[in-house]
Nanobody, 119 residues
Framework: QVQLVESGGGLVQPGGSLRLSCVASGSIFIMYGMGWYRQGPGKQRELVARITSGGSPMYADSVKGRFTISRYNAKKMVTLQMNSLKPEDTAVYYC?????????????WGQGTQVTVSS
């Protein structure tokens, strides 16, 4: 059973920074693309950033230049460094990973971590 566990959310003032982490556990053979999504109040879930197995990142236009996604394959971890945070970044942030497990390749999601940007 593969699990993703996020950490690092919280309350921060506008202009501040947070670092989200997501660690995968369980029977994992290959980790393909990994990413972060978010869902703000009354909004649909949207892509924030993704990173390929080779380490190539891509970002939503709204976070380019402010957020950085990184992966650490040996630790089965993906992080999201968020700088210059804005109130509109307030959302529940979800980790996502495309993983080949024991017998199946599937998309896995974490439980989500709340990020609130407010003064």
């Amino acid at each position: 059973q593969v699990q993703l566990v996020e950490s690092g959310g919280g309350l921060v003032q506008p202009g501040g920074s947070l670092r989200l982490s997501c660690v995968a556990s369980g029977s994992i053979f290959i980790m393909y693309g990994m990413g972060w999504y978010r869902q703000g109040p009354g909004k649909q879930r949207e892509l924030v950033a993704r990173i390929t197995s080779g380490g190539s990142p891509m970002y939503a236009d709204s976070v380019k230049g402010r957020f950085t996604i990184s992966r650490y394959n040996a630790k089965k971890m993906v992080t999201l460094q968020m700088n210059s945070l804005k109130p509109e970044d307030t959302a529940v942030y979800y980790c996502n990973a495309d993983i080949l497990g024991d017998r199946v390749r599937a998309d896995y999601w974490g439980q989500g971590t709340q990020v609130t940007v407010s003064s």
